[in-house]
């Protein structure tokens, strides 16, 4: 079918007016976005509690559990030293197990401090490996902004006792690495895509000027997409709010 000839596609259609009315097209998208930029800072995207995800009958089990379990909310950290010859009772490991004491004791972030040499439970039946272990203070948005400088002192302790393995684990410490590696690999994502479809659009269409246009249309629908999703996000959870009352 010729290029020219009417289609009763309707994207096609779409895609002929536009480039018949480019810039009736260009001012109409830019209020969309203006209008989706306004709707989304006043309206603001509601975010659902997890603790009442649920509805109806799942909705009622889960305060059962609720409330017929304690939850956990310590975050606890933990120090492995370990050697392969050495015992806790030797006192070259204690030394070490002592220095991790000492690196993280009175720290104000920190809580419920327990050494391996006064608690036998934190040691392995070889007397190989210890736990120095504690609890983080507060939340875990406030906890992780100051794991960093404990692991610090942790890693001098390391680098003090070559001969010994001393590694720290933990709710906060593992949660930050974890954050830190999906925050690296997301923008380590986001710097090889946009050059490769730069690239693959260039070869498409044989002009940078051309490549802009599809590049910055779909960057700016997704904005448009972020911000107008304050709309749904307010009708479910007005939804639920009323199913939860209701049932």
Not at 42 to 65: E, Y
Not at 144 to 162: F, Q, R, S
């Amino acid at each position: 079918m010729s290029p020219l000839k009417r289609s009763n596609n309707l994207a096609a259609r779409m895609g002929r007016w536009s480039a018949s009315h480019w810039k009736t097209a260009l001012i109409g998208w830019l209020a969309f976005l203006l209008v989706a930029f306004a709707v989304g800072t006043k309206v603001h995207t509601k975010q659902i509690d997890s603790d009442n995800a649920n509805v109806g009958q799942s909705h009622k089990a889960d305060q059962i559990l609720k409330q017929g379990f304690v939850e956990k909310t310590a975050q606890t950290e933990m120090v492995v030293v370990q050697s392969s010859s050495a015992t806790v009772a030797d006192s070259a490991f204690r030394a070490t197990v002592d220095d991790v004491v000492a690196a993280v004791e009175g720290n104000p972030a920190i809580e419920n401090l327990k050494s391996p040499i006064d608690h036998a439970d934190q040691v392995s039946s070889d007397r190989r490996t210890a736990l120095v272990v504690w609890d983080m203070k507060g939340k875990y948005d406030s906890a992780k902004t100051k794991i960093d400088a404990i692991e610090a002192k942790v890693d001098a302790v390391a680098a003090k006792h070559p001969a010994f393995y001393v590694g720290e684990a933990g709710a906060v410490s593992s949660g930050t690495a974890l954050d830190k590696m999906f925050n690296d690999q997301l923008k380590l994502a986001g710097e090889r895509s946009i050059p490769i479809t730069i690239v693959v659009l260039l070869l498409v269409f044989g002009a940078l000027a051309a490549v802009g246009v599809p590049l910055l249309l779909a960057l700016t629908s997704v904005l448009a997409t972020i911000f107008l999703s304050a709309l749904p996000s307010q009708l479910i959870r007005w939804t639920r709010t009323s199913t939860r009352s209701c049932c």
